[in-house]
């Protein structure tokens, strides 16, 4: 239908086929050339003219029409004929006009264009792909700063969380933003403590190690801050290595944030497999086909894959067959729709969801008599099924039994209240019945179990799971990290203050319990407290010699202020001990950082019609409030003279 579900039909049928033929197999590796040799069934048996051969006779009588008041009459025709037989919204025929309206454009036939656009909106109003165009066109002819262009790009990309087919594509775009965010908030954080740290981890190397060559001391304290990441060869090691065994020395509001980067970097990662997997199973069979019924999807090339398992004895025949009748019902190919039926009707006679939608089929043939008999058997196999009495209560009206039909009604709002609900806000002037579908649950529940039983494993992050306990292990390095982070907190909370290094607020001076024997200043170093606080008879060499030594780690702790400030507003107020306020700057600085960054692996949208539109807007949007905050919270504290000031830090 288009490239990206094209691809990963392809994608599913290659997985399903191989599954088939080489069930031995550990391990499918997936090419695209192995891809690209793999051809969609097509070839669909016709029996009668179905909604395809309509809408194409349709589109016909469109373009061949003079004036646009008679192509409004021939579009007012097709849209009361898709009413009538429950395609509503149309997304297929909605995105036909769609393509008419970018030929027209093409043309210069902008009168065209925008009236193409119109008729799209009459099938379906909420279509993604449509606002997108319309964005792109008031971009074009408005400019960038329009109140219109805005709205549309928000309203398509709003939208395209709620359509079926796009829902996981934008929720899983959406979660790789976040695991960017959470992993640049977490570097960022790393880092600072790595600046403010490192000095005290390499010193208590250094006390520790029982060796007299001071170099090895010196190379063996780099060796445990640089080497376990060298060795992992990993970006993302780097990062949480250094924010675990930062930790251990970092002052409390500094934990704190720590944490919450490490749980939030865990939460994303979690969400984002579990939205690929999601992504994953809505394009598998016969999860795939099902959501094309809730989706109102009328092409039914890409579903014929479903045949390969209506086989009576295959154990999956009842599902697939249900499915696929429905996609016939769909597509208002009624002889095979009503064929499959009642071959399911042999084997379950009592089946309440096949008599509705059998039912359902004979009031599109205006076979009432039938339809309403249909519905009957329904609702005495479940008594309670409330879309069975909102149908009869349709056959009944044509029958002009207007009594039955509000006894029907009645009784199905006292059952489902919001279904009735839907059915009275309709606006279509001839009602028409509800068929159902399997619970899309169910059905992913299926495509699930199929993938496990054709595919042993797959390489790759796609691999579905059922297990929720599974999906906290699987996102990168999520089991290690939180080993690791285990362990630290566990050192946090049962460590002796005494046995690790601190740094001196006043010098920098990283020292520990061998180096200073009196801790009642703990927060100052031997010399700083003899020369500060108690004043007791230093001398002047060694007073100048601190005092130069103060002098250099107030200038240094300034420039490493004004670097984090001017590459990440908050990081400057972070250093400086305004933790709170400074990690909220940072987190909006990051949000809209994130949002270039996981652009670049955003999976694409099935309509990729005008994939820039909505990033114009982002970007204008992303980059002036960037540029706010670099001004306000950036600029400014790197060019404020004040001396960073950390006795904020408290341990």
Same mark, same amino acid.
């Given at each position: 239908?288009?490239?990206?579900?094209v691809?990963?039909?392809?994608?599913?049928?290659?997985l399903?086929?191989?599954g088939?033929?080489?069930?031995g197999?550990d391990?499918i590796?997936? !090419?695209p050339?192995?891809?690209?040799?793999?051809? &969609?069934?097509t070839n669909?048996?016709?029996?009668?003219?179905n909604?395809e051969?309509?809408?194409?006779?349709?589109?016909?009588k469109?373009?061949?029409?003079?004036?646009?008041s008679?192509?409004?009459?021939?579009?007012?025709?097709?849209?009361?004929?898709?009413l009538?037989?429950?395609?509503?919204p149309?997304p297929?025929i909605a995105?036909?006009?769609?393509?008419m309206a970018?030929?027209?454009k093409?043309?210069?036939?902008?009168?065209?264009?925008s009236r193409?656009?119109?008729?799209g909106?009459?099938?379906d109003?909420?279509n993604?792909?449509?606002?997108?165009?319309?964005a792109e =066109?008031t971009l074009e002819?408005?400019?960038?700063?329009?109140?219109?262009y805005?709205?549309?790009?928000? =309203?398509?990309w709003l939208y395209?969380f709620r359509?079926?087919?796009?829902?996981?594509?934008?929720?899983a775009?959406l979660a790789?933003?976040?695991r960017?965010?959470?992993?640049?908030?977490?570097?960022?954080?790393?880092?600072?403590l790595?600046?403010?740290y490192n000095g005290?981890?390499?010193?208590?190397?250094e006390?520790?190690?029982?060796?007299?060559?001071?170099?090895?001391?010196?190379?063996?304290g780099y060796?445990?801050?640089?080497?376990?990441?060298?060795f992992?060869?990993?970006?993302?090691?780097?990062?949480?290595?250094?924010?675990?065994?930062?930790l251990i020395?970092?002052r409390?509001?500094?934990?704190?944030? !720590?944490?919450?980067?490490?749980?939030?970097?865990?939460?994303?990662?979690?969400?984002?497999l579990?939205?690929q997997h999601?992504l994953?199973?809505?394009m598998y069979p016969?999860?795939?086909?099902?959501?094309?019924c809730y989706?109102n999807?009328?092409?039914?090339?890409?579903?014929m894959?479903?045949?390969?398992?209506?086989?009576?004895?295959d154990?999956?025949?009842?599902?697939?067959?249900f $499915?696929?009748?429905n996609r016939?019902?769909?597509?208002r190919?009624? $002889?095979q729709?009503?064929?499959?039926?009642e071959?399911?009707?042999k084997r379950?006679?009592?089946?309440?969801?096949i008599?509705?939608n059998l039912g359902?089929?004979?009031?599109?043939?205006?076979?009432?008599?039938?339809?309403?008999s249909?519905?009957s058997?329904?609702?005495?196999?479940?008594?309670?099924l409330?879309v069975?009495?909102l149908?009869r209560?349709?056959g009944?009206?044509?029958?002009?039994?207007?009594?039955?039909?509000?006894?029907?009604?009645?009784r199905?709002r006292s059952?489902?209240p919001v279904l009735?609900?839907?059915?009275? #806000?309709?606006?279509?002037?001839?009602l028409?019945p509800?068929p159902?579908?399997?619970s899309l649950e169910?059905t992913?529940?299926?495509a699930?179990?199929q993938?496990?039983?054709?595919n042993?494993?797959?390489?790759g992050?796609?691999?579905?799971?059922q297990s929720k306990?599974?999906?906290?292990?699987?996102?990168a390095?999520s089991?290690?990290?939180i080993l690791l982070?285990?362990?630290?907190?566990?050192?946090?909370?049962?460590?002796?203050?005494?046995?690790?290094?601190? =740094?001196?607020?006043?010098?920098g001076?990283?020292?520990?319990s061998?180096?200073?024997?009196s801790? #009642?200043f703990e927060s100052?170093?031997g010399q700083?407290?003899?020369?500060y606080?108690?004043?007791?008879g230093?001398?002047p060499?060694a007073?100048?010699q601190k005092?130069y030594e103060? #002098?250099?780690?107030?200038?240094?702790?300034?420039?490493i202020?004004? $670097?984090?400030?001017?590459?990440?507003p908050?990081?400057?107020?972070?250093?400086?001990?305004h933790?709170y306020?400074?990690?909220?700057?940072l987190?909006l600085?990051?949000?809209?950082l994130?949002?270039f $960054?996981?652009?670049?692996?955003a999976y &694409?949208? &099935?309509?990729?019609?005008v994939?820039?539109?909505?990033?114009s807007?982002y970007?204008?949007?992303a980059?002036?409030?960037?540029i706010?905050?670099?001004?306000?919270?950036?600029?400014?504290?790197?060019?404020?003279r004040?001396t960073a000031?950390i006795s904020l830090?408290?341990?």
């Amino acid at each position: 239908m288009r490239k990206f579900l094209v691809f990963i039909f392809l994608f599913c049928l290659s997985l399903s086929l191989k599954g088939q033929e080489e069930t031995g197999s550990d391990v499918i590796t997936l !090419t695209p050339n192995e891809i690209s040799k793999i051809k &969609p069934i097509t070839n669909v048996e016709m029996s009668g003219e179905n909604v395809e051969a309509i809408i194409r006779g349709f589109i016909l009588k469109i373009q061949e029409a003079k004036d646009a008041s008679e192509q409004r009459s021939v579009v007012q025709d097709l849209y009361d004929d898709c009413l009538s037989f429950g395609l509503n919204p149309s997304p297929d025929i909605a995105e036909i006009f769609l393509a008419m309206a970018m030929q027209a454009k093409q043309k210069g036939d902008f009168d065209g264009f925008s009236r193409y656009l119109d008729f799209g909106l009459m099938f379906d109003d909420k279509n993604p792909a449509i606002h997108k165009v319309m964005a792109e =066109a008031t971009l074009e002819n408005k400019g960038l700063l329009h109140y219109e262009y805005f709205f549309q790009s928000i =309203a398509g990309w709003l939208y395209s969380f709620r359509n079926f087919e796009s829902r996981y594509v934008a929720l899983a775009n959406l979660a790789l933003w976040v695991r960017t965010l959470s992993f640049f908030l977490l570097a960022v954080i790393s880092i600072i403590l790595f600046i403010r740290y490192n000095g005290l981890v390499r010193h208590d190397v250094e006390e520790r190690l029982q060796i007299d060559d001071e170099k090895l001391k010196i190379t063996a304290g780099y060796l445990l801050l640089f080497l376990p990441s060298l060795f992992l060869l990993s970006g993302y090691w780097l990062v949480v290595y250094w924010a675990a065994i930062f930790l251990i020395y970092a002052r409390w509001q500094e934990k704190i944030v !720590t944490i919450f980067s490490v749980l939030l970097l865990l939460a994303s990662g979690v969400l984002s497999l579990n939205l690929q997997h999601e992504l994953f199973l809505s394009m598998y069979p016969p999860h795939f086909s099902n959501v094309r019924c809730y989706s109102n999807r009328i092409a039914i090339g890409p579903d014929m894959i479903l045949t390969s398992h209506t086989d009576p004895s295959d154990p999956l025949s009842d599902t697939y067959t249900f $499915v696929l009748a429905n996609r016939y019902l769909l597509h208002r190919s009624y $002889v095979q729709a009503e064929k499959l039926y009642e071959g399911l009707l042999k084997r379950k006679p009592d089946d309440p969801y096949i008599l509705n939608n059998l039912g359902c089929l004979y009031f599109y043939q205006q076979r009432i008599a039938e339809a309403i008999s249909a519905w009957s058997k329904a609702m005495e196999a479940k008594p309670d099924l409330a879309v069975a009495y909102l149908n009869r209560s349709l056959g009944k009206n044509k029958q002009f039994d207007f009594e039955g039909a509000k006894e029907d009604q009645d009784r199905c709002r006292s059952l489902n209240p919001v279904l009735y609900q839907q059915f009275t #806000e309709t606006n279509a002037d001839e009602l028409i019945p509800f068929p159902y579908y399997p619970s899309l649950e169910s059905t992913k529940t299926m495509a699930v179990e199929q993938f496990k039983h054709f595919n042993k494993s797959l390489q790759g992050p796609l691999k579905p799971s059922q297990s929720k306990i599974a999906l906290l292990f699987r996102p990168a390095f999520s089991l290690g990290t939180i080993l690791l982070f285990g362990v630290a907190l566990f050192v946090v909370i049962t460590k002796k203050r005494e046995k690790f290094a601190r =740094a001196c607020y006043k010098c920098g001076r990283a020292y520990c319990s061998s180096c200073k024997t009196s801790l #009642e200043f703990e927060s100052f170093c031997g010399q700083c407290v003899h020369l500060y606080i108690k004043q007791d008879g230093v001398s002047p060499q060694a007073r100048m010699q601190k005092n130069y030594e103060v #002098e250099v780690f107030n200038k240094k702790g300034k420039i490493i202020r004004a $670097v984090l400030a001017l590459f990440t507003p908050g990081a400057g107020h972070i250093w400086e001990g305004h933790i709170y306020s400074g990690f909220v700057i940072l987190i909006l600085w990051l949000v809209f950082l994130s949002g270039f $960054v996981s652009r670049i692996f955003a999976y &694409p949208m &099935p309509y990729a019609v005008v994939g820039v539109t909505s990033q114009s807007a982002y970007n204008f949007i992303a980059i002036f409030f960037m540029i706010l905050l670099w001004l306000f919270f950036g600029l400014s504290k790197a060019l404020s003279r004040q001396t960073a000031n950390i006795s904020l830090l408290r341990r």
